[in-house]
């Protein structure tokens, strides 16, 4: 299954942008489907994830009521809206898809950077 992250960029505080990660192969609509970031000199973490078929979600505590996620099992793509943007949002953003959910995140993206500015 190969990933393609699009949607990064530059902003102010206070903006939004909207990351999208489109699938090809086979295994998307069975999947759980997540959004990770890495910024500078910090560990990778999971901003949020969402089941095969959008019944639960999952967000960390820094980006709730800010950032949602969704999927569109037709076009093989999820989706990260990001509103109200931070600076500390700033890193670059991956996409992960776990095919077997339970069993670990077997594909990645190659990374779609974020930068917001104060």
């Known amino acids: 299954e190969q990933l393609v992250e699009s949607g990064g960029g530059s902003v102010q505080a206070g903006e939004s942008l909207r990351l999208s990660c489109a699938a090809s192969g086979r295994t998307f609509s069975g999947a759980t489907m997540a959004w990770f970031r890495q910024a500078p000199g910090k560990e990778r973490e999971e901003v949020a994830h969402?089941?095969?078929?959008?019944?639960?979600?999952f967000y960390t505590d820094s980006v709730k009521g800010r950032f949602t996620i969704s999927r569109d099992n037709a076009k093989k793509t999820v989706y990260l809206q990001m509103n109200s943007l931070k600076p500390e949002d700033t890193a670059v953003y991956y996409c992960a898809l776990d095919s077997r959910p339970g069993g670990g995140y077997d594909a990645w993206g190659q990374g779609t950077r974020v930068t917001v500015s104060s």
């Open positions: 969402i089941t095969w078929n959008g019944g639960s979600t």
